[in-house]
Each structure stands twice: as C-alpha cells, then as structure tokens.
C-alpha cells in the first residue's frame, strides 16, 4: 500500500483565497483525521472520521473551516476565506478500527503558506 | 486539556548514548503511544503501551508506563545519527479513535 497519500505538497496562497487539502487514506482503514501543526501551538485534532461520518469536528478553528468524506476513499479540507494564520503544516492520518488499540499512520502533510 | 507534555523540549546526544524522554499527561487513559517526526515528514509510529502494562520494549526502544503518576518514558538505547528527529506521546482519553499528541521533544544525536 503506498500510505496515506495528501496533495498538494505545498500551497502558497494569498489571503481570501480559497484553498482545498486533500487526503486519500489507506484502503481498509475506517477512521480518518485532520490535523494542524505549528510551532506555537504544536499537532491539533481539527476533526476527525469514522466511516465517512464525521465524528468529532471540536477542533476546527472557524466556520471558514470545512472537512468533507464523500466516500471510504478521499477527504477534503477546505478553508474558505484563508488567513495568513492559517499557515501550518496540514496532516491526514488513518487508522483500521481495532478496538483499543488504533495506531495512526499519518501522510506527508500539507505546507500551507497564506501571504 | 488531555494533552500530553513531553520533557525535555530538546535534547542533544552523542552517537552510542541512550536517550530518554518523558511524557505527562492529565487524564485517565487505555493506552499511550509514541510516534517519531523527522524533518519534514509526517509522524510514524514508533510503540504502544496499554494501560495495564509497565513496561514494553521494541528493538532499542524501551517504553514505561506509570498511570499512578499519570507519565511515560521512552528510551532509546545505543543512539544513532538517524534517530535525530522530533519524539511525540500520544495519548487516547478513553476514546479509542482520538488522540491527543504531546509539544514533543526534539532529539539531535550527533555523529
């Protein structure tokens, strides 16, 4: 399996622009998650999924952040506007459903830059 | 808050020594893990403890576990330049699907 795969890798946009992150989990896991990571405030649960549902949504900042799931395949996290504090790095992360002991495997993240 | 806290923030070792890292945390739990970063990378998994052990160990990775003092270590025996990256716990709060991750401690083994 090639891993839970996010693009793009980078993303340089000016504020107000719309942007889409994008996350394909690994086939067979049932649970998806978004985080966002800066220095200051470390690795943040924004949301997360359980068979496409969204389960959890306590940590997305604002209402200009949106999470979809259409299917078992593919996420996306979209900002709408974007702000220059919205400049992290954006990780997805999945993990098959085995009870009490659910190891996460992250992808290679999303560099947000907001100008 | 749940999170963990990782001690130290960092730590610079030379090649060979053993490394240790703490891990605190604030609320009841039914396991901890421990994920690696490098540099630009996203997290991996590195071990896991469950609530009912003490202690576990991985190849040169040795986790222990207190949920009286509500902490974690993760040792790391015989050091080496490749182990240089940024160390986090993880924490479950008796929701198997949601983790909260520590600040991390970033670890420089130098050559």
């Known amino acids: 399996d090639a891993g839970v795969i996010q693009s793009p890798r980078h993303e340089v946009t000016e504020m107000g622009q719309e942007v889409t992150l994008r996350c394909k989990p690994i086939?067979?896991?049932?649970?998806l998650f978004w985080y966002r990571q800066t220095m200051m405030r470390g690795l943040e649960l924004l949301i997360y999924?359980?068979?496409?549902?969204?389960?959890?949504d306590s940590g997305m900042p604002e209402d200009r952040f949106s999470a979809k799931m259409p299917n078992a395949s593919f996420s996306t996290l979209k900002i709408q506007p974007s702000e220059p504090r919205d400049s992290a790095v954006y990780f997805c992360?999945?993990?098959?459903?085995?009870?009490?002991?659910?190891?996460?495997?992250f992808g290679a993240g999303t560099r947000l830059s907001v100008l | 808050s749940q999170q963990g806290e990782e001690d130290p923030q960092a730590l610079s070792i030379q090649e060979g020594e053993n490394a240790t890292m703490n891990c605190s945390y604030k609320?009841?739990?039914?396991?901890l893990q421990w994920y690696r970063q490098n540099s630009g990378r996203g997290l991996v998994h590195l071990i896991l403890i469950r609530s009912n052990e003490r202690e576990k160990h991985s190849g040169r990775l040795r986790v222990t576990l207190d949920t009286s003092k509500k902490s974690s270590s993760l040792l790391i025996t015989a050091s080496r330049a490749a182990d240089t990256a940024s160390y986090f716990c993880?924490?479950?709060?008796?929701?198997?699907?949601?983790?909260?991750f520590g600040s991390g401690t970033k670890l420089n083994v130098k050559p």
């Open positions: 999924f359980n068979n496409n549902v969204p389960i959890d």
């Open positions: 992360a999945s993990s098959p459903d085995r009870g009490r002991e659910n190891i996460q495997y």
């Open positions: 086939s067979g896991h049932n649970s």
């Open positions: 993880a924490t479950d709060a008796n929701n198997f699907n949601k983790f909260y």
């Open positions: 609320t009841s739990i039914n396991n």
